[in-house]
């Protein structure tokens, strides 16, 4: 099993107050090896370039982005064999009727879950973090 100084993250958002937020309480649960891009394309074409040993275990993105939907990303990332075995969170900041059709969409896309921004950007939400990143990696905290 993994130890989540090992785990590799890849925040994927346009905000860079938010990644820095983001990235701040990953290290405080105990993740260190974290990447962060602005955009889903841009995540793509890095995804592309890496070597196997480089894959990240985890993509953390946002739902809207410039010039993309993370659904649409992910659908593509699942779409290949290296994308497979990377576990993929949506995030959204929405409170309406949209996070509902926003989940919809990223279980549609194999997404391994969803979570509100206020999960991931609050400090004292750090355990329902630490859970839902736990359970999309299959790392049991027992």
């Known amino acids: 099993m993994k130890k989540l100084a090992d785990v590799k993250i890849i925040i994927v958002d ?9 990235t701040d309480n990953f290290r405080s649960i105990g993740y260190s090896q974290i990447k962060a891009v602005s955009s889903g394309e841009t995540l793509l074409e890095y995804l592309t370039e890496i070597s196997a040993d480089d894959i990240p275990d985890l993509v953390l993105m946002e739902t809207e982005m410039c010039g993309s939907m993370g659904y649409d990303i992910c ?3 699942k779409s290949t064999d290296y994308g497979k075995k990377i576990a ?3 995030m959204s900041g929405n409170r309406d009727y949209k996070t509902l059709d926003y989940k919809t969409k990223w279980l549609e896309a194999k997404a391994d879950g969803f979570l509100e921004k206020k999960v991931v950007e609050m400090r ?3 355990i329902l973090l630490a859970a839902a ?10």
């Open 88 to 90: 993929v969170l949506g």
């Open 133 to 142: 990143v736990n359970e999309a990696l299959g790392i049991s905290t027992k």
């Open 14 to 22: 346009g905000n860079p107050t938010r990644i820095l937020v983001i």
């Open 75 to 77: 659908k593509q990332i």
């Open 124 to 126: 004292w939400n750090k």
